[in-house]
Every structure is written in structure tokens, then in C-alpha cells.
């Protein structure tokens, strides 16, 4: 059986109150490591969902961490969705301000699906996660915009299903990325 993993993280802005005082375009710029704490980070190995969600961020880093390297061996890609330029920086130096070890990795083995997809070009103005789902004919359960609110109002659950729920929208992007040999395209 083929070894990757799927990561997907969800972040929330550390000052809420001051957030939904910004029109949509400013709460933009509020989405970095130092104006947003990670909620929940999602892991998919082998059909499994791992979900750590902890309003405590470290704690939720140092479990993360700790799966993660139970379950990255030797040469395991590590998949995801507009990965390099969010996620994987994001949990970095969330890390880093929270003082927690990371498990080191090797940039090689991450696989960014919206890299492949675009062919290594600039980024679409449109290309969400959402928007490839749609065109492929997959559900949605809303868009990256609610965390936010639901982090508000504790809907712990809700955010637990959405994230499982795009877990589950990359793996089956990574199947069919590879079925079409998109994954193939090199960059050099």
C-alpha cells in the first residue's frame, strides 16, 4: 500500500472580537501565524481520520506532533491542499511561538495538490479547495470563512465534521490527481 498522509489545518483569528469588527478584506490580512492560532489540524492515513482539536494550542501541537511521527515513515508524502504556503508554515511557527519540537521532514515528500493542479503556476484567483470540490461534484460543507464563528461559538463538533470532510475532498483530489498523472508533473 502506497505511504502518504493527508494533513489539512483550520486556524482561527487569537483576537475574535476585534475580527468581526473587520470587513472581509481586512480579516484577510489577519490570516498569519502571529494574528491566528491553529484550531484543529486533520491528518488521513490509510482511510483513517485523526482529528486534534484543543482550544489549548500547544497541547493540541505536541499531540500532533507525536502521531505525526508515529505515523510519517521513511519516504511518506505528505498531501494537501495549498499546503507549502498555509499549512506547513503555519504549523511551523505556531510551533515555534509555543515552543513545541516539531518532527523534521523533508519538503520533497509534500505533494500540494493546488501546486499540481495549476502546474507550478501563479495562484488562481479562484481555486479553493471549495471550487475544485464543486467542479469535481463532491459535497461541501462550507467554506474556511465559518471557523472563525464556529470557534465563537464552541461548535466543536461542526468544525470536527468540516475538517473531517475535507480530509476526505483531498484524498479523493490526490486519487484522481494521480489516476490522471498530474501528480507526475516536476517542476524541474
Known sequence: ?????????????????????????ERKKLLNPIDCKIIAIGMRSQGENNIFLDEDE????????????????????????NLLPFDIPFLITRSFINNVPIVPFTIKYVVDLREKITAYR?????GTLKDFAAAM????????????FLCKDKAWE????YLQHDLVITDTMYQRL???????????
Request: charged content about 30%; some cysteine.
Open 1 to 25: 500500500m502506497e505511504k502518504y498522509l493527508i494533513l489539512d489545518i483550520e486556524t482561527c483569528p487569537i483576537d475574535l472580537p476585534e475580527y468581526e469588527k473587520l470587513d472581509e478584506e
Open 58 to 81: 500547544k497541547t493540541m501541537l505536541i499531540s500532533f506532533w507525536e502521531k505525526f511521527s508515529e505515523l510519517r515513515q521513511s519516504g511518506t508524502l505528505i498531501i494537501g491542499f
Open 122 to 126: 501563479h495562484q488562481p484567483s479562484r
Open 137 to 148: 461534484g463532491l459535497e461541501n460543507l462550507g467554506d474556511g470563512s465559518q471557523v472563525p
Open 158 to 161: 461542526k468544525l470536527k465534521q
Open 178 to 188: 494521480k489516476e490522471l498523472h498530474i501528480l507526475d508533473i516536476q517542476r524541474y
